[in-house]
């Protein structure tokens, strides 16, 4: 039977992978040990996602990807069988990496190294996967010239990065914070792999992915994590740039159907952005607005002046090389569709 390895199998990408190409007949091997709880506390805990991951074709394993040895048990267990690896497991929060950088490296970095080598050993044929991050850029977007609008940064719409920012935006010479870092090696062995070896691998470096079934936390997944201050009346604790910094966000059933292109159609070494684009972006505030227009309650917010190290002013995607490759892919969800969900799930 067909096999698919995901890795954080209990998160947010994770978890939609699963039930995804379980419905595409696919057996799936997931691995997810709840890191995210020792992470981020209770809040960040997805071990209810673990448990409801229940299926005839679906098999968890409870194993941390920093040990090698358990890894290659499921490898030279699987074998050919394994058409795919979706490598979503990571220690994903920038605040996080400064308090335990060898723990954040080993995490990000070391243990995708263990799955491309595993990959090569045992099952060279299959489509590697990587769900990296905007953060490799470090802060080199800040360099920007943006405008302050009355609710966001933007920039001026004759901009060559009006539409969003590439792959070909460097990733030198910036502050990129630890996280940045571990996941710029873990996103560079995947392309080394890919053009060394020959190996299908692909990887996407993703702005903010989110749907409903995130296990938000204050570091981590901020719309989940702004949606419920808002709803369970806490303080929603906002960091620098007036509350005026942009992401785009891509909801996890948008990311999924991507990730299905390139399993049916993969490339060697690849790169891409992938994001809401400006088809699905807000500000801290213009979140704020649109949530408290659906919940009808009154956020409570803590600003804080400083914003956190390495982190964006403005973060747009721009996915025009994807959408080249894969035509047959769209976005099917706005950042109000995405919103809306997570207020009716939360």
């Known amino acids: 039977m067909k096999t698919i390895i995901v890795t954080g199998s209990g998160g947010l990408i994770g978890k ?136 966001r940064y933007d920039l001026h719409n004759e901009h060559i990065y009006y539409h969003g920012l590439d792959e070909n935006f460097s990733v030198d010479r910036t502050k990129h914070s630890l996280f940045g870092c571990s996941k710029l090696a873990a996103d560079v062995y995947v392309q080394e792999y890919g053009k060394y070896f020959g190996l299908k691998t692909v990887t996407f470096r993703g702005g903010c992915l ?23 009346r806490r303080v929603y604790n906002m960091f620098g740039y007036k509350g005026k910094q942009v992401r785009d966000n891509i909801h996890s059933l948008d990311l999924v159907a991507a990730f299905d292109c390139v399993i049916n159609n993969p490339k060697s070494g690849e790169v891409y952005n992938v994001g809401g684009c400006r088809h699905s972006n807000c500000s801290i505030i213009e979140a704020i607005n649109i949530i408290e227009n659906i919940t009808g309650i009154k956020t409570e917010v803590n600003y804080i002046d400083t914003n956190r190290i390495g982190d964006h002013i403005w973060w747009i995607s721009d996915m025009s090389k994807f959408k080249h490759h894969y035509p047959q892919w769209e976005h099917k969800y706005t950042i109000t569709d995405i919103i809306s969900e997570i207020v009716e799930n939360i």
């Open 16 to 151: 939609e992978s699963v039930e995804y190409f379980l419905s595409k007949g696919y057996r799936i091997i997931g691995i997810d040990n709840n890191q995210r709880k020792y992470f981020f506390g209770e809040d960040g805990s997805v071990q209810q996602s673990i448990d409801k991951l229940k299926h005839a074709n679906y098999i968890h394993r409870n194993i941390d990807i920093r040990s090698y040895t358990d890894l290659e048990a499921i490898f030279s267990q699987y074998r050919d069988s394994i058409v795919g690896i979706i490598h979503c497991a990571a220690q994903p929060s920038h605040d996080w990496a400064a308090k335990e950088p060898f723990t954040d490296f080993h995490i990000n970095a070391t243990s995708t190294l263990n799955l491309l080598e595993l990959t090569r050993k045992y099952c060279a044929d299959a489509v590697f996967i990587f769900m990296s991050t905007n953060k490799v850029y470090g802060d080199n977007p800040n360099t920007l010239p943006f405008i302050e609008l009355e609710t």
């Open 210 to 232: 989110t749907g409903s079934k995130h296990s938000g936390a204050e570091l981590h997944g901020f719309l989940n994590y702004l949606v419920k201050c808002n709803k369970e």
